[in-house]
């Protein structure tokens, strides 16, 4: 499986969104290895995954795919963080592994009770025939955020996606796909079972024409002591229109938890020695 492996530092493991691609993270990940190593990888599926997408597991095929990145790196937890589709991906891994996830990340992601629109919903059906309609979409509906994110050069950053689309295309199929994942799990069920710190990350409700901010900050409310910031000239991609000021709230708020560089090691047993942070949230819990 293909891993990127950039900075150095706690280590953050960078979910890609439903395009499935980390390529079109790049602004964030340069920004975010600045201060940590960032560990990023594309999703099952992708060239480069060597893992087949099975729909009838939902979301576990990425959980699994995480599991295996964290081995290949050697690496007992890290800070998870995903971005849109990403974080429903990070929030499952979250409640499934917790002695895994050092904090959590959700950047973004459909809120608890999203539910595709009827249209999406038909183009998820025939992505090969009506996927393009839905590209043609995404330009318009990021358009305000962009101009006013990058005011001095919005063209620039355009040119900079188109290229980043010729070296590493989205399949509408895959991207199908996985649309037809969201809402599959509880996801109440999931946010209570969360015990690492965690940070939800919106941008301005009437920038994010993508996901209902006002449905992101439910994960606040849905998870023990989530914190929630907003970041301002943004909309639903600031990680890559302001990826600076995307990764100094990131550092603020990890530094603020004091997640250190893989949190407590496990013994030969697998367990996690009862001094570290992982026994300390699960007292906190009781």
């Known amino acids: ?50 893992r087949r997408l099975n729909p009838t597991r939902g979301l576990d095929d990425f959980v699994d795919q995480v599991d295996a990145v964290l081995d290949d790196c050697h690496l007992t937890r890290a800070t998870i963080c995903g971005v849109s589709f990403g974080g429903l991906i990070a929030l499952r891994f979250a409640a499934r592994r917790p002695e895994r996830t050092s904090a959590l990340v959700l ?23 009506l996927g393009p309609v839905f590209l043609v979409e995404v330009p318009r509906r990021v358009r ?67 996901v209902s901010t006002e449905g992101t900050s439910e994960y606040q409310r849905l998870i023990r002591h989530a914190r929630a910031v907003r970041l301002d000239r943004t909309g639903h991609i600031g990680y890559i229109t302001r990826p600076r000021e995307f990764a100094a709230t990131v550092r603020a708020f990890l530094t603020s938890n004091s997640v250190d560089e893989g949190g407590p090691q496990a013994d030969a047993s697998g367990v996690v020695p009862s001094g570290g942070r992982l026994a300390a949230s699960k007292n906190d819990a009781a």
């Open 1 to 50: 499986m293909q891993i990127i492996d950039r900075g150095a530092g706690a280590p953050i493991v960078l979910i890609p969104g439903i395009q499935g691609r980390w390529e079109y993270m790049r602004p964030a990940i340069d920004a975010l290895a600045e201060s940590f190593r960032v560990i990023t990888f594309p999703l099952c599926g992708e060239r480069g995954s060597r």
């Open 107 to 129: 950047v973004s992601p459909p809120g608890p009770n999203f539910r595709l629109r009827r249209r999406h919903r038909i183009y998820a059906r025939l992505p090969r025939i």
């Open 144 to 210: 305000a955020e962009i101009a006013l994110a990058i005011p001095d050069r919005p063209g620039r950053f355009a040119w900079l996606q188109m290229a980043t689309f010729l070296r590493a295309p989205v399949s509408l199929s895959r991207m199908a796909a996985r649309a037809r994942l969201i809402g599959i799990h509880d996801q109440s069920a999931d946010c209570a079972r969360i015990l690492a710190p965690t940070l939800v990350v919106t941008g301005e409700p009437s920038l994010d024409h993508v």
